[in-house]
């Protein structure tokens, strides 16, 4: 049932779309003339995304879109333009504009500007951007920060952003505005990516060096994205450099890397490989095995890796059509072997166990632009995602007497589960005058969920038997549609207002949306602009999970007929000011509702395989949260970095869980502050430092016991445990202090970069989680603390 | 060289392992001790209160448990808006408090009001809930072989459509054969309903699902003639009782409670309370118990 609200709204929507338009058409009765083309960096050819033109005679410009196509309708005249990308020389051209003109364009990097550390999506002044909640990162910037692996993690750069949360400690989940882990939209190369860890959660599958661009949005989400309730993480790799060849070495203890960059058909095709692989397992092997022969197994052997692998191909058929290639795909995996052999008697016992556990994601897509003239972009792209997550447990027991087998017994026990989606979807991007710019488009989706399935296979001797349980595969199919116009009012009032449609049919149920979004800016003076936003969103998947470490068992499952789709409308406001030309100071409020929400049962667990997942959760949750969150950032100079501070709720309500009290949210946490700075001490030397300090998060204790004594039998076994209030309780406060340093030399035929970094400096004891300790005498709570004072070193070489 | 970086790795491959783990003792605030409650009032019974100390979370594995009487504590019981007396301690067993009510019936609000020195006061209250309306029909005997014997009927449970009802079946037996024996035993059964949950040997459902409708439940009992598990002086019937809702959500918490206690990832499970001020339950009951004859040694 579409609500009168959104009727309205859609119809204020399109009258605006008309009226603009047909103001626009008044103009279209001079002699308009349009220049367009693309922007791309001088020294690789890689795209510009967000490069802004501008015309200098009248104030009005535009930006490019994720292709570094640009197209910009004046009068036909006299021109000086100007093309502008942060981190790069601005390009001035003068021109005498008297039909449609192509131009491309290709910008130096500059090196007074190469620290840039954030910028806004848009354009250089966040006052400009309608956007709110909208960051764009810059990878080659935020590389110098200290890191606990040796290389950089973007999902902890992103964690270190206003109003987003980390999860335990130094894990890659992110929590935005009072969200869960699921919420997150996390696109790599406008493909979803189900499950962003490797090394259970230390580390991210992104792989810095292959990436170009990344976008987080919070709030005001447009209109082309949808699925997710909280945040939009889009991640742009790398086309490849299609000059020379290019790339760089990594040698971290913990995941060497390699990159490799270059064109294959010069200025026609290029290609991006870059692949990581951790050596843990060589030095895990040797530590763990020694570790088990000591206490007296015969053979044992244990292993952990993971991998990843990016590439990507991009094509250019001619000026008007591109294609490209991207595939992702990474494993982790850990095995463990043991090999006994026992004798009494005349008997000889040999019992082989085997367990594995190994999880990856895989992506790909394959993508055609295609240019329609110089206002129509067009985008077809085919995307293919999967996660799946696999264990293996065996053993086989051999009972030999005069080498002649008395007994054999074999044991299997093989878990799968994971989700598939295939998927095809074509976007518009419509450019009809520059204060218009229209996204449209189609996107189709088929979902397969495996929520878990156990195979366990028997053998006695001659005697073979299989059991399946666990829940079926779920095939749902999803299709979303979406119309966005980025218009300029007024020379002071932009909006982006739009309408994002879905429909998912799954197990004979149909559920349709229409979710209506709007943000504005309002330019109050030539430094400061007022922002507003409403967005809806709606999500037809869950995760479930009820750790706090990132676990790959985490279960992906789909809103069913049962269980509904999680829902969300989240209102903004904010405030940003540019001073001095180089520090922006953003403030923003918001308030989010959610419904929908599920969350395990009491009682219930994640290794209880043998339930039936859509009897182990609670649903119909809700959730509220709101906040202000405040950034100072620096872009340019010898010193950059930024300020961020939020203070937030956020709450949770079901009718099954706390008595049906509202309690509040896991990673509820009421301050958060982020301090991150670079500085460039000289050429050759660049120093960093990150300092975090949060509220801790909320967890839920025992207080008491009783005896529950109505069997008559009073011993320890009949107690009853008294917990507090779901979420009570606050682990104590976290706070770190990383600090890094770079050590950069020019070399004939390359760059060589030292690394050192050292996570947590002063060796906080931060808690990794808080548990309640029995059998010791007295018992009591005791904190885990991970990771105190961790030193990394790497080395780099970039050609 | 290649001994070098070999050591290198090494090095730092300890120093990030040394340096990653540590376990810190933390100073969480202590509850002070409750008063805890467990009692239960039906038409069929003397109303007993257990009455002792909640356990703080450091004295788990080491309770004293000679010592978990409450001294001087004082107990009020109120029977629909009337002062029914003090319940007094017995002098055998110091846990335990009673007072003689002979005239429950359906319907009864009881108010439970305590006080104790150094606890905070608690109040509990608590309804008798409605006598179960239930019949038996379609009695099958068969049998399955020499050693064994089915019985199946059918229970209907003919709902109040003006309340929750929360109820419980089981199938019990009094041993008269053992000599001198007076004991009642729940004996083992199976029923077709998933919607029941099988606590033990008790069946536990409430009416969501059909309220103000008659529910029918097959019963089958098998029964291992050659293994004399029945002798024919033995006394079989069914059970039905109705709980008041927080007796009956108290039972099925604390019973998952005690599955899920060894999971260390198994959500916490909240045990329902309705003492004010307190720990424990005062529950309620009623109940109706119709005689069976069931097929013995295929006569």
């Known amino acids: 049932m579409i609500s009168p609200l959104k009727i309205f709204i859609f119809v204020i929507f399109i009258t605006i779309c008309f009226t603009s338009f047909a103001e626009s058409n008044k103009d279209t009765l001079k002699n308009n003339v349009t220049i367009s083309g693309f922007i791309e960096d001088f020294s690789t050819g890689e795209k510009l995304i967000g490069a802004n033109v501008y015309d200098n005679k009248n104030f009005s410009g535009v930006s490019c879109n994720n292709y570094g196509f640009y197209s910009l309708t004046l009068n036909s005249g006299i021109y000086e333009i100007s093309y502008s990308y942060i981190g790069f020389q601005t390009q001035r051209i003068n021109i005498n504009l008297q039909k449609d003109t192509v131009i491309n364009i290709k910008l130096k990097a500059s090196i007074e500007l190469k620290e840039v550390e954030i910028v806004d999506s848009r354009n250089d002044l966040n006052i400009l951007n309608s956007k709110l909640g909208s960051i764009q990162i810059p990878i080659n910037s935020v590389k110098n920060l200290p890191s606990l692996t040796g290389e950089i993690d973007i999902m902890k750069i992103i964690q270190l952003l206003p109003g987003i949360k980390s999860g335990n400690e130094a894990s890659s989940g992110i929590y935005v505005r009072g969200g869960g882990p699921d919420q997150n939209l996390i696109l790599l190369d406008g493909v979803p990516v189900y499950n962003a860890n490797h090394l259970f959660g230390y580390l991210s599958v992104f792989n810095s060096n292959a990436i170009q661009n990344i976008e987080v949005i919070k709030g005001g989400f447009p209109a082309r994205f949808g699925g997710r309730l909280s945040s939009v993480i889009d991640i742009q790799s790398k086309d490849g450099n299609n000059k020379k060849i290019s790339g760089n070495i990594v040698f971290s203890y913990v995941c060497p890397q390699i990159t490799l960059e270059g064109p294959i058909l010069s200025d026609k095709t290029s290609f991006l490989f870059s692949a990581r692989r951790t050596f843990l397992d060589f030095f895990m092997n040797k530590l763990l095995t020694s570790n088990s022969q000591s206490q007296g197994n015969a053979n044992s052997n244990k292993n952990y890796y993971f991998y990843d692998i990016n590439a990507k191909i991009n094509h250019r058929l001619n000026t008007k059509n591109r294609l490209y290639l991207s595939i992702y795909n990474g494993i982790d995996k850990y095995n463990s072997e043991k090999d006994e052999t026992d004798s009494k008697d005349n008997y000889t016992f040999h019992t082989i166990s085997k367990s594995e556990m190994k999880w990856g994601n895989t992506t790909t897509s394959l993508r055609w632009n295609h240019l329609f003239g110089n206002k129509l972009f067009m985008n077809l792209t085919s995307t293919y995602t999967s996660y799946h997550y696999k264990t293996l447990d065996e053993t086989s027991n051999e009972t030999m007497q005069n080498q002649l087998i008395t007994d054999y017994k074999h044991f299997k026990t093989e878990y799968n589960s994971g989700i598939e989606d295939i998927g095809c979807r074509i976007d518009f991007d419509y450019m009809p005058k520059n204060n218009h710019q229209l996204k449209a488009g189609i996107h189709l989706t088929h979902h397969l969920f495996n929520p878990g399935i156990k195979m366990l296979t028997g053998s006695l001797i001659s005697v073979d038997t299989t059991l399946k349980v666990g829940g079926n595969e779920i095939n749902c199919f999803e299709t979303d549609y979406f119309l966005e116009d980025e218009i300029k009012i007024t020379p002071k009032l932009r909006i982006n207002a739009g309408l994002h449609s879905s429909q998912f049919f799954v197990e004979n149920k149909n559920y349709f949306s229409l979710q209506p979004r709007f943000s504005l800016n309002y330019r109050l003076k030539e430094d400061i602009s007022l922002k507003l936003s409403y967005s809806e969103m709606i999500q037809y998947m869950h995760l479930l999970s009820n750790t706090t470490f990132g676990l790959p068992m985490d279960l992906w499952v789909p809103a069913t007929s049962r269980i509904t789709p999680q829902k969300s409308w989240q209102l903004a406001a904010g405030i940003a000011k540019t001073v001095k030309n180089n520090i922006e100071l953003s403030l923003e409020m918001y308030y989010k509702k959610m419904t929908g929400l599920i969350e395990y049962k009491e009682g219930s667990s994640i290794f209880d395989e043998f339930t039936n997942w859509e009897d182990k959760v609670a649903i119909e949750g809700k959730g509220e949260s709101y906040g202000i969150e405040l950034l100072l950032q620096k872009k340019t100079g010898k010193t950059t970095g930024w300020i961020g501070y939020t203070i937030s709720w956020s709450n949770r309500q079901f009718d099954e869980l706390n008595l049906g009290k509202t309690f509040p949210y896991r990673y509820d946490k009421r301050h958060d502050i982020s301090i991150v700075i670079n500085h460039k001490l000289k050429k050759s030397i660049e120093l960093s430092g990150v300092w975090t300090l949060s509220t801790g998060g909320a967890m839920t204790i025992p207080i008491a016991f009783i005896v529950n004594n109505f069997n008559g039998n009073v011993s320890a076994g009949n107690m009853v445990t008294i917990y507090g209030d779901k979420n009570s309780y606050r682990m104590p406060v976290y706070h770190r202090l990383d600090l890094g340093v770079n050590f950069i030399k020019e070399k004939k035929h390359c760059t060589r970069i030292w690394n050192f970094s050292i996570y947590n400096m002063y060796a906080r004891k931060n808690p990794f989680f808080v548990y309640y300790k029995t059998y010791t005498n007295p018992p009591g709570f005791s904190q885990l603390s991970i990771l105190m004072f961790v030193p990394s070193v790497s080395y780099q070489i970039k050609f | 060289m290649k ?297």
Request: hydrophobic share 35%; net charge negative; proline share 4%.
């Open chain 2, 3 to 299: 001994y070098l970086i070999n050591i290198l790795l090494s090095f730092f491959c300890c120093l990030v392992f040394n340096s990653c783990e540590d376990e810190i003792e933390l100073n969480i605030p202590v509850s002070n001790p409750k008063i805890v409650i467990h009692g239960v009032i039906s038409p069929e019974s003397k109303i007993i209160l257990d009455v002792r100390k909640s356990i703080s979370v450091l004295e788990r594995d080491h309770v004293d448990w000679s010592n978990q009487q409450i001294e001087n504590a004082d107990f009020k019981l109120f029977k629909n808006m009337q002062f029914i007396g003090d319940l007094s301690v017995d002098s055998t067993n110091k846990l335990i408090y009673n007072i003689n009510d002979t005239n429950i019936k359906e319907g009864d609000n009881f108010v439970l009001t305590g006080n104790a020195l150094n606890y905070p006061s608690i109040n509990a209250t608590v309804s008798i809930p409605n006598k179960p309306d239930i019949s038996i029909s379609d009695f099958i005997y068969s049998k399955n072989d020499n050693y064994s014997y089915n019985t199946s009927f059918t229970v209907n449970i003919i709902d109040n459509p003006t309340q929750e009802d929360y109820y419980t079946i089981a199938l019990q037996v009094r041993l008269n054969s053992i000599a001198g024996n007076d004991f009642i035993e729940d004996e083992i059964f199976k029923q077709n309903d998933p919607s029941f949950k099988l606590i033990y040997r008790t069946y536990f459902l409430n009416d969501k699902l059909f309220n103000g409708n008659t529910k029918t439940i097959n019963i089958q009992y098998m029964d291992y003639a050659q293994l004399s598990s029945i002798h024919p002086t033995d006394t079989f019937w069914i059970e039905c009782k109705t709980l008041s809702k927080d007796y009956y959500n108290y039972l099925i918490t604390t019973n998952k409670q005690s599955i899920n206690e060894k999971d260390f990832y198994a959500e916490p499970v909240y045990v329902t309370n309705n003492i004010e001020g307190g720990y424990g339950i005062l529950g309620a009951y009623n109940y109706k118990r119709i005689p069976l004859v069931l097929h013995y040694n295929g006569k």
